[in-house]
T-cell receptor
């Protein structure tokens, strides 16, 4: 595998279900991100992990719970979601260094989530 | 608040030139990115501008004016495969990316 991979690609779940999204990056990067992409809306940054430490949590509801066991893997645990949470969830990674914090982000293909 | 504006949709003809504009108001500025996203696929990096002026990369060029809070992406010799959404994003004072909603570009033969 190369780049950033995400599984599953599509997920349909009921509001009472518990599921997890998985992201894996094969680029040796030290930062990983979860974004939410809704139709005709800007990408919304949800969580950021630098060196496995969570550095950003942009007022995301507690029904979304991230986990970063190592610098290559990132999970998003979902429980008791609402229909308005239906969206494309994108994972990204980048290499953050003190001299160049603005390196480009590499995105995975996303998980299309539908909450019934 | 922070805001990125870009047109929702544009249409152009194969072989022509198109300019996609982006204006921004952010708390601090540490550079501006353009990404391309084909339908159902991941966004991919196109360009990064942090200084004023034009950056050229093949058929694509990106321009930045920090004093005007303005950037554009210029696509030349349009091909059908250029049909995609183009996302503008600004790195703010905390190096967090603030994203526009994207411009859907439709290329007609």
């Amino acid at each position: 595998e190369t780049g950033v991979t995400q599984t599953p690609r599509h997920l349909v779940m009921g509001m009472t279900n518990k599921k997890s999204l998985k992201c894996e990056q094969h680029l040796g990067h030290n930062a990983m991100y979860w974004y939410k992409q809704s139709a005709k809306k800007p990408l919304e940054l949800m969580f950021v992990y630098n060196f496995k430490e969570q550095t950003e949590n942009n007022s995301v509801p507690s029904r979304f719970s991230p986990e970063c066991p190592n610098s290559s893997h990132l999970f998003l645990h979902l429980h008791t979601l609402q229909p308005e949470d239906s969206a494309l969830y994108l994972c990204a990674s980048s290499q953050v260094t003190s001299g160049r914090p603005n390196n480009e982000q590499f995105f995975g293909p996303g998980t299309r989530l539908t909450v019934l | 608040g922070q805001n990125i504006d870009q047109p929702t949709e544009m249409t152009a003809t194969e072989g022509a030139i198109v300019q996609i504009n982006c204006t921004y108001q952010t708390s601090g500025f540490n550079g501006l990115f353009w990404y391309q996203q084909h339908a159902g696929e991941a966004p991919t990096f196109l360009s990064y501008n942090v200084l004023d002026g034009l950056e050229e990369k093949g058929r694509f060029s990106s321009f930045l004016s920090r004093s005007k809070g303005y950037s554009y992406l210029l696509l030349k010799e349009l091909q059908m495969k250029d049909s995609a959404s183009y996302l503008c994003a600004v790195s703010d004072s905390n190096y967090q990316l603030i994203w526009g909603a994207g411009t859907k570009l439709i290329i007609k033969p």
